[in-house]
């Protein structure tokens, strides 16, 4: 399969529980090149980020041990997180996945590769 550049996913809103940003596909190696985040709330959010290991081709559980990112954004802010050397995504439900403090306030897009 060649490269594919775009996006990963569509821009969706962040919980407040540890929830999926991206999934990888089966037989897709994924590159995760960079990620988006935007606070459209009034007050400051704090944004955690995980690199998800499958659970036996289940999805796996977010927790310390893979979180790779926590931040707080103030009202308004967009976050770039530009990924110098790529996440690769190589098993199926490996995920990208993130919490922050307000449910429905906090946006998140993922940008990269695919083959």
Do not use: H
């Not at 790529?86 to 306030?105: G, K």
């Amino acid at each position: 399969m060649a490269l594919q550049r775009a996006k990963l996913s569509d821009i969706q809103f962040i919980s407040t529980s540890a929830g999926i940003a991206y999934s990888n596909p089966a037989g897709v190696k994924t590159y995760i090149r960079g990620i988006i985040i935007f606070n459209g709330n009034t007050t400051a959010e704090n944004v955690k980020l995980y690199n998800v290991p499958d659970n036996n081709g289940s999805v796996g559980i977010a927790s310390t041990s893979n979180q790779f990112m926590e931040t707080t954004l103030t009202t308004k802010q967009t976050l770039f997180v530009e990924i110098p050397y790529v996440i690769t995504l190589t098993d199926v439900n490996e995920t990208i996945q993130a919490s922050t403090t307000t449910a429905s306030r906090v946006t998140i897009q993922i940008l990269g590769d695919k083959e």
